[in-house]
Nanobody, 119 residues
Framework: VQLVELGGGLEQAGGPLRLSCAAS????????MGWFRQAPGKELEFVAA????????YYAGSVKGRFTISRDNAKNTVYLQMNSLKPEDTAVYYC?????????????WGQGTQVTVSS
């Protein structure tokens, strides 16, 4: 199984960034997908998740209304559209896959992509 995140970078506060995570080696349409992040010196935290069908989405309170998770099962890809970025969104962002519910103990993870938001 391989999850490859793309789209990180440096953005100014208030700006947008879009992350993508391409999956291979698993039946993508049968897995829930999620995004997590880890800031320097902090623990890994949940950001957003989406059900296998895309019919249900979940967000951390800190990003609700600013971030949108979506998926394209035909492309085996999950996205995280991040708007109105804040400096506190600076972190390494990871995507994860799970046949049931994505959590910090899920089995499949990407290598991470750095997002840096300047004030």
């Amino acid at each position: 199984v391989q999850l490859v995140e793309l789209g990180g970078g440096l953005e100014q506060a208030g700006g947008p960034l879009r992350l993508s995570c391409a999956a291979s080696g698993l039946t993508f349409s049968s897995h829930a997908m999620g995004w997590f992040r880890q800031a320097p010196g902090k623990e890994l935290e949940f950001v957003a998740a989406i059900s296998w069908s895309g019919g249900s989405t979940y967000y951390a309170g800190s990003v609700k209304g600013r971030f949108t998770i979506s998926r394209d099962n035909a492309k085996n890809t999950v996205y995280l559209q991040m708007n109105s970025l804040k400096p506190e969104d600076t972190a390494v962002y990871y995507c994860a896959a799970d046949p049931k519910v994505v959590t910090t103990t899920s089995g499949y993870w990407g290598q991470g992509t750095q997002v840096t938001v300047s004030s």
